[in-house]
């Protein structure tokens, strides 16, 4: 059963336009969640993290929402670049001590378009 | 920072053989490392968490005495995959983070291995 879902497996935006990708989960035990960006060959980097306690943070142009109410996240570029170009993952964790883990999504993947 | 450096990046061995993957982090003490396990196209799944100097902790369905993991210091764990088969042939990635349980994990670039 997958806790996290993204359901768009692919996104092509235009360079300079904003991108959105959604993620979904279902566990309300879930209190933090993370975007990662993976290029091919090689490991995911960490973008951009919210807490439960808020419903927007920023980092530069990279913004997540999350709606606990609806259990959706997002995460919007603005504006996009070719080198945004890659898979987007959202993954989401809950308290567990130092054992807290990430349950991941599928993944999106994303191709800004010059 | 926070650089997490994983090697070998590719592996072909004969079956039968034990292949060691190290996790080291460069800049910064990870108290926990975590190794992962990507098939195609599908997430990551996590095989097991390891905290410094304690065993680690593994997920239902992984063999304990078929990858085992040594978190001896606070830059580096080891996945040693023993008596490998084609069927443990996947992308191996691990990740470490920082002190507190809500601190980022980091990874490294993952490890293909391929068993003959």
């Known amino acids: 059963d997958q806790q996290v879902k993204q359901n768009s497996p692919s996104l092509s935006v235009q360079e300079g336009r904003i991108s959105i990708l959604n993620c979904d989960y279902t566990n309300s035990m879930f209190d933090y969640f993370l975007w990662y960006k993976k290029y091919p060959a090689e490991g995911p980097t960490f973008l951009i993290s919210?807490?439960?306690i808020k419903d927007k943070n920023e980092d530069g142009r990279f913004t997540v929402f999350l709606n606990k109410s609806a259990k959706h996240l997002s995460l919007h570029i603005v504006p996009s670049q070719p080198g945004d170009s890659a898979v987007y993952f959202c993954a989401a964790s809950a308290e567990a001590g130092n054992n807290r883990k990430l349950i991941w999504g599928l993944g999106t993947s994303l191709a800004v378009n010059p | 920072g926070a650089v997490v450096s994983q090697h070998p990046s590719r592996v072909i061995c004969k079956s039968g053989t034990s292949v060691k993957i190290e996790c080291r982090s460069l800049d910064f003490q990870a108290t926990t490392m975590f190794w992962y396990r990507q098939f195609p196209k599908q997430s990551l799944m996590l095989m097991a968490t390891?905290?410094?100097?304690?065993?680690?902790?593994?997920e239902q369905g992984v063999e304990k005495d078929k990858f085992l993991i040594n978190h001896a210091s606070l830059t580096l764990s080891t996945l040693t995959v023993t008596s490998a088969h084609p069927e443990d042939s996947s992308f191996y990635i691990c990740?470490?983070?920082?002190?507190?349980?809500?601190?980022?994990?980091?990874f490294g670039d993952g490890t293909r291995l391929s068993i003959l």
């Open positions: 390891s905290n410094e100097g304690s065993k680690a902790t593994y």
């Open positions: 919210i807490s439960s």
């Open positions: 990740s470490a983070r920082a002190g507190h349980s809500n601190q980022p994990q980091h």
